[in-house]
């Protein structure tokens, strides 16, 4: 059995090194659904289904768990998902199988709160707001996933979302690091004139962001702390395994990569991020 990772493209590898490196045992299973990215463009139905596509496949490679390293799929489609169509799925399979996205574990992070916690709701004036900037696709800025799940938990947090259409596909296709940094610092000032200010924390809130985190910090003013998904969801994971023995990691420490897209080497920026040449499987 394997642990599944899927996202529309190469951005869920920053999860999936998280992942590694705190499960150096579990056996992993990549697939990049790169024949159709980016998701962040497309209509909610399209995203769910293929969403259900790609986990149907990761499940057909003897994954138990199936991880959506995707904020588009795990904003528009983790709950549809779990709830009309796992059920039956499982039954169909006749093993225990499930999904788990990564919003929950980010938001978790940001507020400092268990999900299951909602705010106390009394009027009381708040004296300092946290101003929290989400860089994310378009699909998940409409969405409003982060502005309506923070504010449940935290009402000294306001959230601002700065829809970055071109950043996720630039990073497949390699772009290079002037035209990355141009992009970043753009949206950075767009943000930042929008609140009145330089924002005081920042999540990356599309998976692809994370390789270039550096160029983020770097436009941000100087000290901004950001809410890193990999590690939150490495943590989440790990916490979930330990009470769901049903969901086997496997031992073997295997790690393979799939794509729907051209298989073969990854961009060279892809690959300085990994930390190695990387090749994909046709699946």
């Known amino acids: 059995m394997a642990i599944g990772i899927f996202d529309s493209g190469v951005g869920g590898l920053s999860v999936h ?42 499940f057909a490679e003897d994954c138990d768990l199936v991880v959506l390293a995707c904020n588009t799929a795990s904003g528009i489609a983790l709950r549809r ?36 916690h909602e705010a106390d709701r009394r009027g009381d004036k708040i004296e300092k707001l946290d101003v929290l900037a989400v860089f994310s696709t378009p699909a998940t800025a409409r969405s409003r996933v982060y502005e309506i799940e923070i504010d449940k938990r935290r009402q000294d947090v306001a959230v601002f979302s700065e829809a970055c259409p071109d950043l996720a596909p ?36 599309c998976t692809h962001y994370e390789i270039v985190a550096d160029m983020f910090r770097a436009a941000l ?38 794509t729907t897209g051209k298989p073969g080497a990854q961009s060279s920026l892809v690959e300085t991020f990994w930390g190695g040449p990387l090749s994909f499987e046709k699946a």
């Open 221 to 258: 003013k100087p000290g901004t702390p950001l809410i890193h998904q990999p590690g939150a969801t490495a943590d989440a994971l790990e916490g979930y395994l330990a009470k769901h023995p049903e969901y086997r990691a496997g031992k073997g420490g295997s790690r393979r990569f799939l």
């Open 170 to 205: 630039m990073i497949e296709a390699g772009a290079g690091d002037a035209e990355l940094a141009a992009a970043i610092k753009g949206h950075v000032e767009a943000i930042s004139r929008r609140i009145g200010r330089a924002p005081d924390r920042a999540i990356l809130g």
């Open 17 to 58: 090194r998280a992942l590694v490196e705190r499960l150096p045992s579990a056996d992993f299973v990549y697939l990049a659904d790169q024949a159709n990215a980016p998701y962040g463009g497309r209509e909610g139905e399209n995203i769910v289904d293929l969403t259900r596509a790609g986990c149907e496949r990761l």
């Open 81 to 116: 998902l779990q709830q009309t169509w796992l059920p039956g799925y499982r039954k169909q399979l006749g093993r225990p199988v499930n999904i788990l996205g990564i919003i929950v574990p980010t938001i978790e992070a940001a507020t400092g709160l268990p999900w299951e």
